[in-house]
């Protein structure tokens, strides 16, 4: 899981592997699928995963969470549509907006963060812990994914395949079918968490790049406007404008 607490900078139209959840804490959203796609106006909204969208901007303060789409989570907001974002109107959320904008406005570590994540979950997907759970060839796959030694690897996917037994077609298939998403979109996105994770430290763009798999920093910053739609320098700690945790539970 990723949080952001952001001002409603807006983003570029972008899409990203993960689900997302997406609440304004004030006012509401602006949101648009496609460049002339006609602006839809919501308090929150659910967003599966490999769905184009855009949040404009100027916007209100606003609370985004990203779930891996393995998570029971980002399962529970593809069941209920993977072809368009689910739009939320503001009775979905008024009897909480305002205690979910104190906790947004002090957080200050993870625990704090994974509180006011529960708090988010329980009010707008509490239908996630009926998901049903993944086919053990896909939990093998994710555990093997972790192997470090991979992202010096020349071809991951392959030998991903061969650590769980299926030909590396057959796992193309399989994981599609039961996340939603590309293996290889998925692989890059694995790689942009090591990245995130490492954004609130000291250390240039241009390492952390590196340590995570990427060729160059240009390659990692287009995979990062890609599926976000701000640059990674902006998403900072450091940043003025946008404050990220990101955490592991």
Not at 52 to 78: E, K, V
Not at 144 to 170: C, F, K, W
């Amino acid at each position: 899981m990723a949080l952001q607490v952001s001002p409603g900078n807006g983003t570029d139209r972008h899409r990203h592997v993960v689900a997302q959840i997406l609440l304004a804490l004030e006012d509401d959203l602006n949101v648009r699928l496609a460049i002339q796609a006609p602006i839809s106006k919501c308090a929150a909204v659910l967003i599966p995963p490999n769905i184009t969208h855009q949040i404009l901007g100027p916007g209100p303060l606003s609370l985004m969470m990203w779930f891996d789409p393995a998570t029971p989570m980002a399962r529970a907001i593809r069941a209920r549509s993977q072809a368009e974002i689910i739009l939320l109107p503001k009775s979905n959320i008024e009897s909480r907006q305002s205690a979910l904008r104190q906790l947004s406005l002090r957080l200050k570590n993870c625990s704090e963060a994974l509180y006011l994540s529960k708090q988010v979950i329980q009010a707008l997907l509490p239908d996630w812990k009926t998901v049903q759970p993944l086919d053990k060839r896909i939990v093998a796959t994710l555990t093997a994914m972790q192997t470090p030694s991979l992202l010096d690897n020349s071809y991951p996917l392959t030998r991903l395949a061969q650590r769980v037994n299926l030909s590396e077609g057959r796992l193309r298939h399989l994981f599609r079918q039961e996340l939603g998403v590309p293996l290889q979109q998925y692989w890059i996105a694995y790689r942009l968490t090591i990245a995130i994770r490492r954004l609130g430290g000291h250390e240039s763009l241009t390492q952390i790049a590196y340590d995570a798999g990427f060729a160059d920093l240009a390659h990692f910053s287009r995979a990062f406007r890609a599926s976000f739609g701000i640059s990674p320098s902006l998403a900072q700690k450091d940043s003025r404008s946008v404050q990220v945790i990101s955490c592991q539970n």
